[in-house]
C-alpha cells in the first residue's frame, strides 16, 4: 500500500489522486467537528468554501430542517447557528438535520481531495474505524492535511502518524512518501503526551488563547468514535461499512 | 528569534519574507553544489529557470569565462559543460568563472526567496557557517526549502533541523512554527546516523539508483566547508562576512 501525504491542500497534485483513497485531516476542529456531528445523528455536512454560498444554499431547505456552522478566525459566523466547536452539535441539536459548514482550512481541504475515488474524513477521534476501513480496501491512501492559514499544521501530522501507526500494526506493508515517515516518526516519540508536543505548535495555542482549550482536549483524543464521515458529491454522511 | 520552515517554495508567502533573512535549502544536489563551486573558487553562480534562458544568457560572455551547469531528471544537460555533481565544480575547473546554472528544484526556490532582506544557501556542508551567521545577524530567519518535484523532502529538512539544533547550542532563544519544531526533532532523532533515515526517502533513493552515491555520501556530510553563498540581484557569490 502506497501512502503519500500532503501537509497542505494547495500541495496537492489533483491527477495523483485519481486511483486513491483521501483521508483529509483537519483535527482542529473541522474534522473532529464533522466525526461527532454525523455521529450524533446530523443527516449530512455540506462543505461550502464562504460564507454567501452557505447562506444562499440555505434557502433550498425548509425551516427546522438545516444548521448554518462553522467558523472565521476561530469565532462563530454572524447569523450562523453553531459554530464550529464539536461540544455545540450535541444529538438534541444537529439529529435529522442538515449542517451546511464553512470553515477557514478544513472545508477546502475537503473539496480540493474531491478527484479521489473515495473521500473520507478523519482525526484522532476515528484514528481506529479510519485504519481499519482503509486496511481492509487495501489501496493506495492519500493523506490531506489542512494545515492552519496556508501553514504546515502538527496537529494534522501526528494524527495521519496515528492512522499510519495503526495500519502498520495491522501488518499492513506500506511504501511512504518522505511525509508519511515524518508523521509516522513524530507520533511515536509523542504518542505518550500528544498535549505536551501540542502546546508547543501555533494553532493548538492560538484556540487556547481564544478560550476553547476544552475543544482542544477533545479533538486529541484517540478513538473515542468509530464514525467515518465519507464525502460524495457535494455531501459528507455516515460511511456505511460492512 | 523567529524560526519559520517552508518544506516547498510554493508554500512561501512572500510578503512574509520582507524583514527577514531567507536560508534556501536544496541538499540534493543545487545547494552543496553552489557551496562547493564557491568554495574552489568560482567567481559566481547564475541560477536560473529555464535552459533556453541559460543558454541565451551565455552569449554575453566571452569563450572560456562562463561554464552552463545543472540537470534534468538529475542528469547533465545536452550541450551543458557540467552536470549537478558537486564532485565536478573542482578548482581546476570552476576558479575565476561564472556557472550559469539550472536544476529542477534548487535555482527556482533561490529565485522565490528574492524578496527577503538577505537571501543565502544552506546544506549540510555549511551548517555550522550558516548557523553563525544568522546567530550573529539575530533577525528573524526563513528556511525555504526546494523539495522534490513538487514534494516534502527529508533531506532539505534534516538540513534545517541541524541549523536549528546549532543555533539552539549557541543559546539563541528561538520561537519556532511547527515545521521548525519538526526538522530540529528529526534531526535530533537521527543526527547519529542521517545515512540510515535517509536510506528510506524518495530523493536519495532515486540519486543512488541513478548512480550518484556519492553525490550523495558527499553531501551529507556537516561542516565540510565554511563558505556561505549569497544572492543578490540575481548571482550568487561568496558572502564576506566580517
Known amino acids: 500500500m502506497k501512502i503519500d501525504v500532503y501537509a497542505l491542500p494547495s500541495n496537492v497534485q489533483e491527477k495523483e489522486l485519481k486511483e486513491r483513497v483521501a483521508v483529509v485531516i483537519d483535527v482542529l476542529r473541522a474534522s473532529s467537528t464533522i466525526i461527532t456531528a454525523l455521529h450524533n445523528g446530523c443527516r449530512e455536512v455540506i462543505p461550502l468554501i464562504d460564507i454567501e ?54 472545508t477546502r481541504a475537503i473539496r480540493k481531495a474531491s478527484e479521489a ?12 474505524a479510519v485504519a481499519q476501513y482503509i486496511g481492509q480496501r487495501d489501496e493506495d491512501v492519500a493523506f490531506i492535511c489542512a494545515g492552519t492559514e496556508g501553514k504546515f499544521s502538527l496537529d494534522d501530522i501526528l494524527a495521519v502518524g496515528a492512522m499510519i501507526d495503526a495500519l502498520q500494526n495491522m501488518g499492513k506493508p506500506l511504501e511512504m512518501d518522505d511525509l508519511g515517515l515524518v508523521c509516522l516518526q513524530m507520533y511515536s516519540t509523542h504518542k505518550q503526551n500528544l498535549r505536551k508536543v501540542l502546546e508547543r505548535t501555533y494553532h493548538y495555542r492560538n484556540l487556547v488563547r481564544a478560550g476553547f482549550e476544552s475543544d482542544v482536549d477533545y ?19 455516515v460511511l456505511e461499512t460492512a
Chains 1, 2 share one sequence.
Open 53 to 106: 454560498e452557505a447562506i444562499n444554499l440555505s434557502k433550498n431547505y425548509e425551516r427546522g430542517a438545516f444548521l448554518l456552522g462553522g467558523e472565521r478566525n476561530a469565532q462563530k459566523i454572524e447569523g450562523f447557528d453553531l459554530s464550529n466547536s464539536p461540544y455545540e452539535y450535541t444529538r438534541d441539536v444537529v439529529e435529522g438535520r442538515t449542517v451546511l459548514m464553512t470553515t477557514t482550512n478544513g
Open 117 to 128: 475515488k473515495e473521500v473520507i474524513i478523519g482525526g484522532f477521534l476515528n484514528v481506529g
Open 219 to 237: 479533538c486529541i483524543q484517540l478513538n473515542l468514535l468509530p464514525t467515518i464521515p465519507v464525502y460524495r458529491e457535494g455531501v459528507i454522511r
